[in-house]
Every structure is written in structure tokens, then in C-alpha cells.
């Protein structure tokens, strides 16, 4: 059986790639990939919980699926963001989109 401290450490650096991604892209879908590895550490981390307590409980699974569907639903809700400002704008950088006034 594989330890927990492997998972950790795997989801450690997820975060750490996430964030470096958030925090150095200037396009805002290379963001969005970030979070989205971040959304997914925090799935490892879940599993990796449940899977090693003792008491059996379902409560890991369905925290996962929820970070899951709200993981979907953040990505369609900013895709079509980003495709609305990407019509008025005709870029998805990050600085450009901005200034959204008027």
C-alpha cells in the first residue's frame, strides 16, 4: 500500500504548480488550469484521508464529488465569460480584460 506522505507530497506540488500558474500566467484560461490543479490537490488530499481512517465512512467520497461539480461548474461558468469578453474585447489577457468599465 502506497503511504499517505506520497499522496501529500503529490498534492503539495499540485498546489504549488496551480498556484505558480495562477500567480506568472497573463491569459486567463492558463489561470483557470491553475485552479483547476489546485481543485484537484484538494480531491488527492480528500481521498487520500478517507482511505486511510479507520472508521469506514463515505464522507471523503462525497466531498470529492462535490469539489468535482463545483470544479464543472466554475469551468463553464468561465469559459463563457471569457468568451463574452473575448466578442467585446478580442483578448483574454488578464491585464487587458481588466478595465471593464464602460
Not at 500500500?1 to 498546489?15: E, G, K, T
Not at 463545483?70 to 481588466?98: C, H, M, P, Q, S
Request: with cysteine; aromatic share 8%.
Amino acid at each position: 500500500m502506497i503511504p499517505l506522505s506520497w499522496y501529500l507530497v503529490l498534492s503539495a506540488a499540485l498546489v504549488c504548480i496551480g498556484v505558480f500558474g495562477v500567480i506568472s500566467r497573463r491569459n486567463a484560461i492558463a489561470m483557470l488550469l491553475g485552479v483547476e490543479l489546485i481543485l484537484n490537490a484538494v480531491n488527492i488530499n480528500l481521498l487520500a484521508f478517507w482511505r486511510y481512517m479507520d472508521v469506514i465512512h463515505v464522507t471523503g467520497q462525497v466531498f470529492t464529488i462535490m469539489v468535482i461539480t463545483a470544479a464543472a461548474a466554475e469551468v463553464a461558468v468561465g469559459l463563457a465569460i471569457f468568451i463574452a469578453v473575448y466578442r467585446n474585447k478580442r483578448t483574454i489577457a488578464a491585464e487587458d480584460v481588466a478595465d471593464l468599465k464602460g
